[in-house]
């Protein structure tokens, strides 16, 4: 079994829709939980950070942490074409970036 | 301006050649890394470095090195490439090791003929 596992999609989507991203995983010392957007040909950029469980918002972008359930989310709201992308869950033991575990992606498309 | 840049986007050589990649910072970071994203999207840390510590990912062969001339350069050398390193490499910065400030560059995409 992988660390972390994620569904690799596609997903697609009508526009102003809420999707929903998710990850499983098997350690339970994870305690940092990160969600990365890659667009096509690109390297990938952080969208939501954050520390053991609970929920974080930014703007349209909810992420959610269940660690009982060893479960993570991302919700974004009002889906926009150009959110249209692979979203990277990764996680980690330690504050330390040499540490990180990531998912394989989940392929979004968001129809206009 | 670009954050992190990589040097070439893209790179094209046979079986057996020794090839380099260039990476550089302009963030004023102090740490540096090296990933490798393979065919299917999955993204491993190869190596992490700051001017103290070198951090080698165990499953990395010693055909791989990192080589840094200054805290804004990582360049990643390769030798005797092999069909299993074709991958897109990515290098990465941060301050410290704290990942809510790392950036990664564009990716160079390797194909080993």
């Known amino acids: 079994q992988k660390e972390v596992e994620q569904d690799p999609g596609p997903l697609s989507v009508p526009e102003g829709a809420i999707v929903s991203l998710n990850c499983t995983y098997s350690n339970s010392a994870f305690q940092y939980f990160m969600w990365y957007r890659q667009y096509s040909r690109k390297g990938p950029e952080l969208l939501m950070y954050?520390?053991?469980?609970g929920n974080k918002e930014d703007g349209r972008f909810t992420a959610q942490v269940d660690k009982s359930s060893k479960y993570i989310s991302l919700f974004i709201r009002d889906s926009q074409p150009s959110d249209s992308a692979t979203y990277l869950c990764a996680m980690s033991a330690s504050s330390s970036a040499s540490k990180i575990i990531f998912g394989s992606g989940t392929r979004l498309s968001i129809r206009p | 301006d670009t954050a992190v840049s990589q040097t070439p986007k893209y790179l094209v050589t046979q079986m057996g050649n020794d090839k380099s990649i260039k990476c550089e910072q302009n963030?004023?970071?102090?740490?540096m890394y090296w990933y490798k994203q393979d065919s299917k999207k999955f993204l491993k840390i190869m190596f992490s470095y700051n001017n103290k510590e070198l951090i080698i990912n165990e499953t990395v062969p010693n055909r791989f090195s990192p080589k840094s001339p200054d805290k804004a350069h990582l360049n990643l050398h390769i030798n005797s490439l092999e069909l299993g390193d074709s991958a897109v490499y990515f290098c990465?910065?941060?301050?410290?090791?704290?990942?809510?400030?790392?950036?990664f560059g564009p990716g160079t995409r390797l194909t080993v003929l």
């Open positions: 954050t520390y053991s469980s």
């Open positions: 990465a910065s941060s301050q410290g090791a704290l990942m809510d400030t790392q950036y």
């Open positions: 963030l004023g970071h102090d740490t």
